[in-house]
């Protein structure tokens, strides 16, 4: 109690050494003491049999000391040690479920958080063994809801807590599966390190302690690979599992209910699309996948109100710019090495997808104009620095791939390129704090700066 007490004070460090002191106290009674413990209420009631061992003390310390642990885990996460409370966590799970003292919503929601925090230190079976728990506990409770009585006000709000609840594990589900596909892009990449194997002998070993041996829950992992996968097909199978889990979520958090949510989990299922593209041999089936993240986002954009939704619409607005630059990118280079000239409906369709991301990239930037000036800010906030800078960088690469057999029109598109490099390499000088954020983008943009009005003069030469 006095450790809840400085907890709730906001004093971590005096909350630790009392709950480390009740800590050690259990283990030194569990070790030395022979003797059952005692409730206060047990030393004032008369026991019913002559020489009858009172018991009831057990449930109570061990409760006592889950409690313990629990305080524990707040106490630590506020002192920045984010593993030991991750371990005081798993462990007050580890002992509600064999006490079987435990609301099995509460406890699914907390399995499912936790898995949250080992899935982002990539312990992906820890993670998933955490994840498959929350399910099993939260069938079982469904199969109790199911034969206890139905059609009055307590059963209706049960069901709504319940349906939240399972939408809840649903969507960390998808997460669990969305990070492992982008941490398996980040392997797969030529540059990036393997796993040493001391590390992974590590995490098997810490699988084994962070078991909940109370639940069978092999089958529900089976269902999903719990290490970063190398191949296309295990990729799509990692993806049609996240994919069903954030449409089960979505169902839930719908948009006229939680926008936030709903927002937040499709942009979620535009990721997994995004990760297993990177997987997709063929050039073809990886645009007809970027195409599937344009739907889900323009139906999304078209929804929400920019007055209420500004930063949401940003974030969609720059996700389409760079989907529709990626697809003009396949279709390039499904067309490279051809001998013959792009077809009329080939050139259109490259110059949609580049007009296309190019009103996006500016629909961005839009929304960071001054309201008062209608101008670009002088100098940009931190967290839109590089973003908007990036955006720039584009346009001038987006406005040079335009195809036209037009010398008067190339030379309008490069000029459009020119001056969004300018306007790059100008902002960069003004501010030279910004240099070392746009370090490779500036270097090009400078050359760029360089050649494009050679090719401005070639072009005007040409058309007169």
């Known amino acids: 109690?006095?450790?809840?007490?400085?907890?709730?004070?906001g004093l971590y460090v005096t909350a630790r050494h009392h709950l480390d002191r009740a800590d050690a106290l259990y283990t030194e009674y569990q070790q030395l003491s022979t003797k059952l413990p005692r409730s206060i209420h047990s030393l004032f009631s008369p026991c019913n049999e002559k020489g009858a061992e009172d018991k009831s003390g057990v449930p109570a310390l061990e409760k006592l000391h889950t409690l313990?642990?629990?305080?524990?885990?707040?106490?630590?996460?506020?002192?920045?040690?984010?593993?030991?409370?991750?371990?005081?966590?798993?462990?007050?799970?580890?002992?509600?479920?064999?006490?079987?003292?435990?609301?099995?919503?509460?406890?699914?929601?907390?399995?499912?958080?936790?898995?949250?925090?080992?899935?982002?230190?990539?312990?992906?079976?820890?993670?998933?063994?955490?994840?498959?728990s929350a399910s099993k506990v939260l069938a079982s409770h469904e199969a109790e809801m199911n034969t206890a009585e139905a059609e009055t006000e307590d059963a209706a709000h049960k069901q709504e807590k319940y349906n939240q609840c399972k939408a809840d594990v649903a969507r960390c589900w998808g997460r669990y599966c969305l990070v492992m596909l982008q941490v398996s892009c980040e392997r797969a990449l030529p540059d990036d390190p393997s796993q040493p194997p001391a590390e992974q002998e590590e995490e098997d070993s810490l699988d084994e302690q962070l078991?909940?041996?109370?639940?069978?829950?092999?089958?529900?992992e089976s269902e999903v690979a719990g290490a970063p996968v190398q191949e296309f097909d295990e990729a799509r199978q990692l993806f049609l599992a996240g994919l069903r889990w954030l449409t089960e979520a979505r169902q839930h958090y719908t948009l006229e209910d939680h926008a936030s949510d709903h927002v937040s989990i499709t942009q979620e299922m535009s990721l997994l699309y995004k990760a297993l593209a990177f997987f997709e041999p063929s050039e073809d089936r990886r645009c007809k996948m970027h195409k599937r993240r344009v739907d889900l986002l323009t139906m999304l954009i078209k929804e929400l109100n920019p007055q209420y939704y500004l930063h949401v619409c940003r974030q969609i607005n720059y996700e389409?710019?760079?989907?529709?630059?990626?697809?003009?990118?396949?279709?390039?280079?499904?067309?490279?090495?051809?001998?013959?000239?792009?077809?009329?409906?080939?050139?259109?369709?490259?110059?949609?997808?580049?007009?296309?991301?190019?009103?996006?990239?500016?629909?961005?930037?839009?929304?960071?104009?001054?309201?008062?000036?209608?101008?670009?800010?002088?100098?940009?906030?931190?967290?839109a620095l590089r973003p908007a800078l990036v955006a720039w960088f584009h346009l001038?690469?987006?406005?040079?791939?335009?195809?036209?057999?037009?010398?008067?029109?190339?030379?309008?598109?490069?000029?459009?390129?020119?001056?969004?490099?300018?306007?790059?390499?100008?902002?960069?000088?003004r501010h030279p704090e910004s240099q070392s954020v746009m370090a490779q983008e500036l270097a090009i943009c400078r050359e760029m700066v360089q050649l494009l009005p050679l090719k401005v003069a070639q072009f005007r030469a040409m058309s007169q």
């Not at 990539?122 to 498959?132: D, G, P, S, T």
């Not at 050139?347 to 997808?353: G, I, Q, R």
């Not at 057999?405 to 390499?425: G, H």
């Open 1 to 9: 109690m006095l450790g809840i007490l400085w907890s709730n004070r």
């Open 68 to 132: 313990t642990y629990y305080y524990l885990a707040q106490v630590y996460g506020h002192l920045g040690a984010p593993d030991r409370s991750a371990w005081y966590c798993h462990s007050t799970l580890q002992r509600q479920l064999a006490s079987k003292d435990y609301d099995p919503l509460e406890w699914a929601i907390n399995a499912a958080t936790l898995s949250q925090f080992y899935q982002g230190k990539e312990k992906f079976r820890v993670a998933r063994h955490l994840l498959a």
């Open 211 to 220: 078991e909940f041996l109370q639940l069978e829950v092999s089958d529900l």
């Open 320 to 383: 389409l710019a760079e989907i529709y630059s990626a697809m003009m990118d396949n279709k390039l280079a499904l067309w490279d090495g051809e001998a013959d000239r792009p077809s009329p409906q080939q050139t259109k369709k490259v110059n949609t997808l580049a007009t296309s991301s190019i009103q996006h990239f500016l629909h961005y930037l839009d929304s960071l104009k001054d309201k008062t000036t209608g101008e670009q800010p002088t100098a940009y906030p931190e967290d």
């Open 396 to 429: 001038g690469r987006l406005w040079s791939k335009l195809l036209t057999s037009e010398p008067v029109t190339k030379m309008q598109n490069y000029m459009q390129s020119l001056q969004n490099y300018k306007r790059l390499v100008e902002y960069c000088d």
